[in-house]
């Protein structure tokens, strides 16, 4: 999996995003969502796969009520590195806002319980397929979830909270803090004396 894509669209000259050249370590799979207020608010959920984070970006954000079907747009792949990313895209810049890590845990395909090798195999399949069952073990985001391709060749997926004992209706998007350094979108904003607010 390629990161040109990641790579055209960005100058590393002026964000402080990375470029990408760390390597995947972990005997485990990792997922992180990141809170991105760029020209709209959206989340970005990432899933390490292949030595990459496979991204959907989802505007209104993942819940954890089976009743909710999320939007998730598949976008470009993004380096590992991008796990830890937290901080402020400059004014000018290819997704120019505040992001912080919103949450982060490791994750497996629902079918899996293999080691990492194994397990990617899986999820590859059914990358491709265009249907995955994941758990996610995040300090937010708990328990199955689906990701769901809805026309084949097409970039809009659903992202689906399963059945099970971590679903609840209340909304888990209040709880609105990095699960790195604690800040808020708005509290990164106000360091940087942005006033603008396209945030709830
Ligand atoms: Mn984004």
Request: net charge positive; hydrophobic share 35%; glycine share 8%.
């Amino acid at each position: 999996m390629s990161l040109s894509n990641y790579r055209k669209k960005r100058n590393f000259k002026e964000t402080t995003e990375p470029a990408g050249k760390g390597k995947t370590a972990g005997s485990n799979l990792i997922f992180v969502v990141q809170k991105h207020d760029a020209s709209h608010l959206h989340y970005d959920f990432r899933l390490e796969l292949a030595g990459v984070l496979k991204s959907w970006a989802v505007p209104k954000g993942p819940s954890m009520n089976p009743a909710d079907k999320r939007l998730a747009m598949m976008v470009e792949d993004h380096p590992f590195d991008y796990r830890d990313f937290e901080g402020t895209i400059p004014k000018g810049n290819y997704g120019a806002g505040e992001v912080i890590v919103w949450d982060s845990g490791v994750y497996l395909p629902a079918n899996g319980g293999g080691d990492k090798k194994e397990n990617e195999k899986l999820l590859r399949k059914a990358l491709k397929k265009g249907d995955l069952k994941l758990v996610l073990l995040g300090k937010k985001l708990k328990g199955e979830f689906a990701l769901v391709n809805m026309k084949k060749d097409d970039r809009s997926w659903l992202l689906i909270k399963k059945q099970d004992e971590y679903a609840v209706e209340k909304d888990i998007l209040t709880k609105n803090k990095s699960v790195i350094s604690g800040k808020t979108i708005e509290m990164l904003r106000k360091a940087n004396g942005r006033k603008k607010s396209n945030t709830k």
